[in-house]
């Protein structure tokens, strides 16, 4: 009987996803995947954001008020495991604690955190006060992202410092192409920052922040967004994903993904 109203649940949650963004999962029997919106939104990135488009295009794409967009994590049930990708900003208006409460999830419940880069509204929900906010959680992190942070200047890179260093009893660096607990696949999407990262599990791939402006990067990949480090590797990474989610009917969740968070 649990396992039919399981199923239930998951074509309700499927079929309404649009309506009911704000507590939007994805599911079948094994996975169950969570959008969570960091920061209350509607969001939109303006024109500044993306500079090499033309003002023209712009304008004919119909982006007056900017291009949809979000800042967001998600939460990803597999195998038995509970998986955060992701902790957002960590900011007062930051809605990753109050909404994994509605799971009945306390930070310290949660044992596994997979971050697709660090930047700050991808980390700052690590910490609170300069203090660890996950006691118990194990924190994966692409090995060249954290050699990358650990490198810059400490006026650049000064929190994800601190991450690395409050975390590093709890702390696991991957290489690309590698398997994580979950059967979650990491996959390599260097561009946005040294080793921004993709995970894969069936047929669900996240991809952190290959996309700030959905709307147009998916029709014009090559357009990147100011917050690039590597122009070319991210015009590279997000053509390639882009395929790959295409050619393999694979549903993109992204951390700047609109309402509901997700593409096909």
Same mark, same amino acid.
């Given at each position: 009987?649990?396992?039919?109203?399981?199923?239930?649940?998951?074509?309700?949650?499927?079929?309404?996803?649009?309506?009911?963004?704000?507590?939007?999962?994805?599911?079948?029997?094994?996975?169950?995947?969570?959008?969570?919106?960091?920061?209350?939104?509607?969001?939109?990135?303006?024109?500044?954001?993306?500079?090499?488009?033309?003002?023209?295009?712009?304008?004919?794409?119909?982006?007056?008020?900017?291009?949809?967009?979000?800042?967001?994590?998600?939460?990803?049930?597999?195998?038995?495991?509970?998986?955060?990708?992701?902790?957002?900003?960590?900011?007062?208006?930051?809605?990753?604690?109050?909404?994994?409460?509605?799971?009945?999830?306390?930070?310290?419940?949660?044992?596994?955190?997979?971050?697709?880069?660090?930047?700050?509204?991808?980390?700052?929900?690590?910490?609170?006060?300069?203090?660890?906010?996950?006691?118990?959680?194990?924190?994966?992190?692409?090995?060249?992202?954290?050699?990358?942070?650990?490198?810059?200047?400490?006026?650049?890179?000064?929190? *994800?410092?601190?991450? $690395?260093?409050?975390?590093?009893?709890?702390?696991? =660096?991957?290489?690309? @192409?590698?398997? &994580? #607990?979950?059967?979650?696949?990491?996959?390599?999407?260097?561009?946005?920052?040294?080793?921004?990262?993709?995970?894969?599990?069936?047929?669900?791939?996240?991809?952190?922040?290959?996309?700030?402006?959905?709307?147009?990067?998916?029709?014009?990949?090559?357009?990147?967004?100011?917050?690039?480090?590597?122009?070319?590797?991210?015009?590279? *990474?997000?053509?390639? $994903?882009?395929?790959?989610?295409?050619?393999?009917? =694979?549903?993109?969740? @992204?951390?700047? &993904? #609109?309402?509901?968070?997700?593409?096909?």
């Amino acid at each position: 009987m649990k396992k039919i109203l399981t199923i239930v649940l998951a074509s309700f949650a499927l079929m309404s996803f649009a309506q009911k963004a704000n507590n939007s999962y994805a599911s079948n029997e094994q996975t169950v995947i969570k959008w969570i919106e960091d920061r209350p939104g509607p969001s939109f990135q303006q024109h500044r954001t993306f500079p090499d488009v033309p003002e023209a295009l712009w304008n004919e794409l119909g982006f007056k008020d900017g291009v949809p967009s979000s800042m967001s994590c998600f939460l990803l049930k597999t195998e038995g495991k509970t998986i955060l990708l992701d902790t957002g900003l960590g900011a007062g208006f930051s809605q990753l604690i109050p909404k994994l409460a509605e799971d009945g999830i306390k930070p310290e419940d949660l044992k596994l955190i997979y971050i697709t880069h660090m930047h700050g509204d991808h980390i700052g929900g690590l910490l609170k006060d300069g203090k660890v906010v996950f006691p118990n959680a194990e924190v994966y992190i692409n090995r060249i992202e954290a050699e990358a942070w650990k490198a810059m200047p400490d006026n650049r890179s000064a929190q *994800a410092k601190k991450v $690395l260093e409050v975390y590093k009893d709890h702390l696991h =660096l991957f290489e690309a @192409g590698d398997m &994580l #607990p979950g059967g979650v696949k990491s996959i390599a999407a260097y561009g946005h920052t040294p080793g921004h990262t993709a995970f894969q599990k069936d047929k669900i791939l996240v991809i952190g922040d290959l996309m700030h402006g959905a709307a147009l990067q998916l029709k014009y990949p090559n357009y990147n967004a100011s917050f690039d480090m590597d122009k070319e590797a991210a015009q590279e *990474a997000r053509t390639r $994903l882009i395929k790959l989610a295409r050619e393999n009917g =694979l549903t993109m969740y @992204g951390m700047h &993904l #609109p309402s509901p968070g997700f593409v096909k």
